[in-house]
Nanobody, 116 residues
Framework: QVQLVESGGGLVQAGGSLKLSCAASGFTFSTSVMNWYRQTPGKERELVALITSLGSGINYAESVKGRFTIFRDNEKSMVYLQMNSLKPEDTGAYYC?????????WGQGTQVTVSS
């Protein structure tokens, strides 16, 4: 079965950095588009970044452009989100996502808290 396991969240001061990791299994990772979403209280889940199967196509939410970097390692079935220059508004639960056979799968999420 599809499994996504996020890690790397934590508490950081504004201006700091965190690197999130997502370990994937149960599907053909190397041919799948992978996504990072985040959810903050009172808001809908927001797509933060996506990366195509070979890494040639990448998109970011406007709010994180220039600060976040998504990348992947197909040999390890891992996708990462390097987050720099963090702001308090980046606080939220971050989720790894894949659409497989027309169904969305989510990890359990990892909490990122940025203090001002």
């Amino acid at each position: 079965q599809v499994q996504l396991v996020e890690s790397g969240g934590g508490l950081v001061q504004a201006g700091g950095s965190l690197k999130l990791s997502c370990a994937a299994s149960g599907f053909t990772f190397s041919t799948s588009v992978m996504n990072w979403y985040r959810q903050t209280p009172g808001k809908e889940r927001e797509l933060v970044a996506l990366i195509t199967s070979l890494g040639s196509g990448i998109n970011y939410a406007e709010s994180v452009k220039g600060r976040f970097t998504i990348f992947r390692d197909n040999e390890k079935s891992m996708v990462y989100l390097q987050m720099n220059s963090l702001k308090p508004e980046d606080t939220g639960a971050y989720y790894c996502n894949v659409r497989n056979n027309r169904k969305d799968y989510w990890g359990q999420g990892t909490q990122v808290t940025v203090s001002s």
